[in-house]
């Protein structure tokens, strides 16, 4: 099947006994940005029958990436993709699963942050990626 892979998020995380969810922001190394869409695509290629947007939790150390969990739905991180394209990221879901087509998706600003509500444009950093594929099987 096709996987286009789209910009690789930091989730935002509490650090007291609540563990909220606290928003996000895009991965800007390339290295590791490149790590996350890898094992987010291999994690994602091992599920025969999946298919349209996933979200694919993982933790990224030094040395590996980790795949921890696959969210088959739009998540909030779709709000900081949704401020990085120009072009209808539901339209190029749509053309990858009713086609056998590659959909290119140019991405103009890295620079978002998000919460679990709005977009904002300052920047942030954390130490647990999402990687985001969109699969037609």
């Not at 190394?29 to 947007?53: M, N």
């Not at 990224?60 to 998540?75: D, K, M």
């Not at 300052?122 to 990687?131: E, F, H, M, Q």
Request: glycine letters at 8%; proline letters at 4%.
């Amino acid at each position: 099947g096709i996987i286009t892979p789209l910009l690789p998020a930091y989730q935002h995380i509490s650090n007291d006994e609540a563990f909220r969810y606290l928003g996000g922001a895009f991965i800007r190394g390339k290295r590791d940005a490149e790590r996350v869409i890898a094992s987010a695509c291999q994690a994602v290629a091992g599920l025969p029958g999946l298919q349209g947007y996933v979200g694919v939790d993982a933790i990224l150390t030094e040395c590996q990436v980790v795949a921890i969990e696959i969210n088959p739905r739009l998540t909030t991180s779709y709000l900081g993709l949704r401020k990085a394209t120009e072009q209808n990221l539901v339209q190029c879901m749509l053309e990858v699963v009713q086609s056998d087509k590659q959909v290119p998706i140019q991405w103009r600003d890295r620079d978002i942050v998000w919460t679990s509500e709005s977009c904002c444009a300052s920047l942030s950093s954390s130490k647990d990626p999402v990687g985001y594929c969109v699969k037609r099987s």
